[in-house]
Nanobody, 111 residues
């Protein structure tokens, strides 16, 4: 089982930016598909963005043009850059790879 650790969440004003990181315990993350998900209390976890094993990225329509997924192979890390954040982006964000999940990082967008 791969250990995934998310970081980078926090409180930001609307229009602000954050960069989330998902760091793996090994280098397998560099050749695997990785997804970013978010969950609001009382609701299901929702897929937000992902990067394939080949580096192809895909996004939920509501975050296209604002969120960017990238891979840093040297650091065994996948990033989620979030720009122009909106209050509706508030959630706990998780990264997932295969059957492995991180513990989540809270993102709160509020003035």
């Amino acid at each position: 089982q791969v250990l995934l650790v998310e970081s980078g969440g926090g409180l930001v004003q609307p229009g602000g930016s954050l960069r989330l990181s998902c760091t793996a315990s090994g280098s397998f993350i560099n050749i695997s598909g990785v997804g970013w998900y978010r969950q609001v209390p009382g609701q299901q976890r929702v897929w937000v963005a992902g990067i394939s094993s080949g580096g192809v990225t895909s996004y939920l329509d509501s975050v296209k043009g604002r969120f960017t997924v990238s891979r840093d192979s040297a650091e065994n890390t996948v990033h989620l850059r979030m720009n122009n954040l909106k209050p509706e982006d508030t959630a706990v964000y998780y990264c997932g790879m295969g059957s492995s999940w991180g513990q989540g990082t809270q993102v709160t967008v509020s003035s």
